[in-house]
């Protein structure tokens, strides 16, 4: 069974530039997850998706990033425009739902770096 | 945001040791994950706990979810080079919302 896929596994940008991530989940996986993870951190939600529904944004910073799950498949998150502390980790796990639990799994991640 | 606390922060073993490591939390939670992260890569499920009191096993390593919900551990035994990396807990309160990451061990092996 393949993985979460992302791409790409890394990005140099200038500052003020946009950028945009993709994730393809595993197959079936309903729930797809976005994580930012800092410099020895642990990964932290960005957004949250249901299928195609955001079911949680709060932790997203709408002024300057947007997601985006269209078919309630693959995903795309955007930075525009990007900014020197974005310069980070960003994951993307997905899960299935069985019952009232469930595991994420990860991607690889994109490596962001804003000069 | 919230944040688990994760003990120790990085731990230099000897080849052959057995290693320990927790989580605490001030919420309680219905599921503790472990999670092994490699440089440039992606964290990978290790274990994953379901019950208060859940004791299991995953070759090496083991884990238990803590009585109060609010707690885990994982124990690797007889340690080896490959172990190196970086081990995170994640605790989920209801099923499908966000895990709550430590901030992580770092484990070094020297053979």
């Known amino acids: 069974e393949a993985g979460v896929v992302q791409s790409p596994r890394y990005k140099i940008i200038e500052k003020k530039q946009p950028v945009a991530f993709w994730c393809n989940p595993i197959?079936?996986?309903?729930?797809l997850y976005w994580y930012l993870q800092n410099l020895g951190q642990g990964p932290e939600l960005l957004i949250r998706?249901?299928?195609?529904?955001?079911?949680?944004d709060s932790q997203l910073p709408k002024d300057r990033f947007s997601a985006e799950r269209l078919k309630g498949v693959d995903s795309t998150l955007k930075i525009q425009p990007a900014e020197l502390g974005d310069s980070a980790v960003y994951l993307c796990?997905?899960?299935?739902?069985?019952?009232?639990?469930?595991?994420?799994?990860f991607g690889p991640g994109t490596r962001l770096t804003v000069l | 945001g919230q944040q688990l606390n994760q003990s120790p922060q990085s731990m230099f073993i000897q080849e052959g040791e057995d290693v320990s490591m927790n989580c605490t939390s001030s919420?309680?939670?219905?599921?503790w994950l472990w999670y092994k992260q490699e440089p440039g890569e992606g964290p990978v499920l290790l274990i994953a706990l379901y019950k208060a009191g859940e004791l299991t096993s995953n070759g090496r390593l083991t884990a238990q979810f803590g009585i109060t919900r609010k707690d885990s551990f994982l124990n690797i035994s007889a340690s080896i080079p490959s172990d190196v990396g970086i081990y995170f807990c994640?605790?989920?309160?209801?099923?499908?919302?966000?895990?709550?990451f430590g901030k992580g061990t770092t484990l070094s092996v020297s053979s």
């Open positions: 998706y249901e299928n195609e529904e955001a079911v949680d």
């Open positions: 919420s309680i939670f219905n599921t």
């Open positions: 796990a997905s899960s299935p739902r069985r019952g009232s639990t469930d595991t994420q799994y």
């Open positions: 197959s079936g996986h309903n729930t």
């Open positions: 994640a605790g989920q309160g209801q099923a499908g919302t966000a895990l709550i």
